[in-house]
Each structure stands twice: as structure tokens, then as C-alpha cells.
């Protein structure tokens, strides 16, 4: 029997963004930016639910806040640390840190992948069982749905971490991203397994959504039921989009997949809290309410 030589590896070397030496500073200060923002807009988010007991309703207090917290969890995987290798000149990575990376890449993807099934079973209770969305989406069921997502998210994620580190390491360590994504590794099975399923799920919803919107005989009553799903058809949208380009064009796929994983952690997190906030009259009402308690307690 031949001897096999396995290379422990240590540490991992992110190359970052291809094709961009000499924009360090520029893509620093525009990452940084895009960070604050994700953080800020969505703490705003979420703030304004705590302290409204308006908007304490099952849908928005289980549901918009779990995505107010997945959004910059999202973005700190990778921004944090890619900052700190434009700041420093050091584009290595720990071992620990890329299975930390590698870890909640997954679980709060597929947090969110679940989320957005849920809240698409939220719009489909809302339009098409109106009279008995309090009975169905009680507060129960809606916290049992919240807490599934983020158990069964953590489930998949320790069981495709676990997996991709268990492999011996035979070839380079260079990682060809910005962040520790194993690319060839993981995400064939990720993206086949929950992703897949949620969307079809979401478009199941969807049909019996528009089968029950086209009945509706006032074109008034159709507006604001089209209305009502608008914001979280733009979510989902922005999340399934670029993830389904990539991984159904594989010619285009290794030349897409950096502009996509920019726009999935770094641009969509920033997005999703301007996206409810413009289209919900309740979060911008709260909003200006909680501004207006802080310039009170400033002036006191």
C-alpha cells in the first residue's frame, strides 16, 4: 500500500475581490459604509418593534424582527474580516476562523431562506384566510415557526461544516473570495437542499396567492392585496435572484460569483430594512415616533 502525505492545514489565504489592486482604500471606506448602514438601519428596525406595542403583532414582532437580526449577522461574516485585511496588508485566515465563517454563512442563509418560507405562509394566511389569520398565526404558532427556522437552520449548518472539515486538505489553501467560502465544497449541497425546497414552497404560496387575489372584484381590494406581499416578494427576490443566476448559468458561474456574493452579503442586508420601511405605514410611523422620544430626551 503507497503512502499518502495530508498537509494539516493552519490557515486559509483569501485573495479578496479579483482585479481590484490599488482600490484598497475605496473598497475599505465603501464596505465600511455599506456595514454601518446594514447595522444602523436595521438596529432602527428593530428598536422600533420593541418599543411600539403596535406593531406587536405576531407578524412583524416574529417575523420582521428575526430578519432585522439575520441581516447584519449576514453581513458581519465576512465585512468585518475583509476589512481588517485591507486595513492591515494580511490576507490570512485561521482555520478556526474560515469553520466560523463557513459555519454561520450556512446557518444564517438558511435562516433566512426558512424565514422567508414562513413569512410567505404569513401572506398567503393574510390574503387568502383573512377572517382566521388571528386563529392560525397566533402568537404560538408564529414563535414555534421563528424558533424552527433558526433550529433547523443550525441543524443543516453544524451538519455541512462538519462534513466540509472533515476532508482531507491535499491542495492549495488559497481561497479565491473575499471570504472563507469553500465554494465547490458546500454549496452544491446547500443550495439543492433548503433553498430548493423553500422556493418551491414560497412559489406554492404564491399561486394560491394570485389564484385568490385575481377573485377579488374590486380593483381596490387587489391593489392592497398585491400591496401587502410587495415587500416581501422584493426580499426574496434580491435573495433567490443572484443565488439562481449563479448556480443555473455554469459558464457564467465563476465570473458572477464574486460580484453575487458581494451583492448577497454586503448589499442585500443594507437594502432589506429600506425595503420594509418604505413600504410599511406601521415601521415608519414607529420610526418617527422612536425619533421623536430621542430628540425628547435630548433637550431634557
Known amino acids: 500500500m503507497g503512502r499518502v502525505n495530508h498537509t494539516m492545514v493552519t490557515h486559509f489565504i483569501l485573495l479578496g475581490i479579483p482585479n481590484t489592486d490599488g482600490l484598497q482604500t475605496s473598497l475599505f471606506v465603501t464596505f465600511l459604509a455599506f456595514f454601518f448602514c446594514t447595522l444602523l438601519g436595521n438596529l432602527l428596525i428593530f428598536s422600533a418593534i420593541l418599543a411600539d406595542a403596535r406593531l406587536h403583532t405576531p407578524r412583524l414582532c416574529f417575523f420582521l424582527s428575526n430578519l432585522s437580526i439575520i441581516d447584519p449577522g449576514f453581513s458581519s461574516i465576512s465585512t468585518p474580516k475583509f476589512l481588517a485585511n485591507l486595513w492591515a496588508k494580511s490576507r490570512t485566515i485561521s482555520l478556526g476562523g474560515c469553520m466560523f465563517q463557513v459555519f454561520f454563512w450556512h446557518f444564517l ?148 460569483v464574486t460580484p453575487v456574493q458581494i451583492f448577497s452579503n454586503v448589499v442585500t442586508p443594507m437594502l432589506n430594512p429600506a425595503i420594509y420601511t418604505l413600504r410599511n405605514k406601521e415601521v415608519k410611523a414607529a420610526l418617527r415616533k422612536l425619533r421623536g422620544v430621542k430628540l425628547l430626551l435630548s433637550h431634557e
Not at 473570495?177 to 469553500?182: E, L, R
Not at 381596490?220 to 426574496?236: D, F, I, M, N, P
Request: some cysteine; aromatic content about 14%; glycine content about 4%.
Open 109 to 256: 442563509g438558511s435562516t433566512k431562506c426558512l424565514l422567508c418560507t414562513v413569512m410567505a405562509y404569513d401572506r398567503y394566511v393574510t390574503i387568502c384566510h383573512p377572517l382566521r389569520y388571528q386563529l392560525i398565526m397566533n402568537r404560538r404558532v408564529c414563535a414555534f415557526l421563528a424558533a424552527g427556522t433558526w433550529i433547523a437552520s443550525y441543524f443543516c449548518a453544524t451538519i455541512l461544516t462538519s462534513l466540509t472539515f472533515k476532508l482531507p486538505y491535499c491542495g492549495s489553501n488559497v481561497v479565491e473570495y473575499f471570504f472563507c467560502n469553500i465554494f465547490q465544497v458546500v454549496n452544491f449541497t446547500n443550495i439543492g437542499m433548503v433553498p430548493t425546497a423553500c422556493f418551491l414552497l414560497i412559489l406554492t404560496s404564491y399561486i394560491r396567492i394570485v389564484y385568490s387575489v385575481l377573485k377579488i372584484n374590486s380593483a381596490e381590494g387587489q391593489r392592497k392585496a398585491a400591496s401587502t406581499c410587495a415587500s416581501h416578494l422584493a426580499v426574496v427576490t434580491l435573495f433567490f435572484g443572484p443565488c439562481t443566476l449563479v448556480y443555473t448559468q455554469p459558464q457564467l458561474s465563476k465570473m458572477l
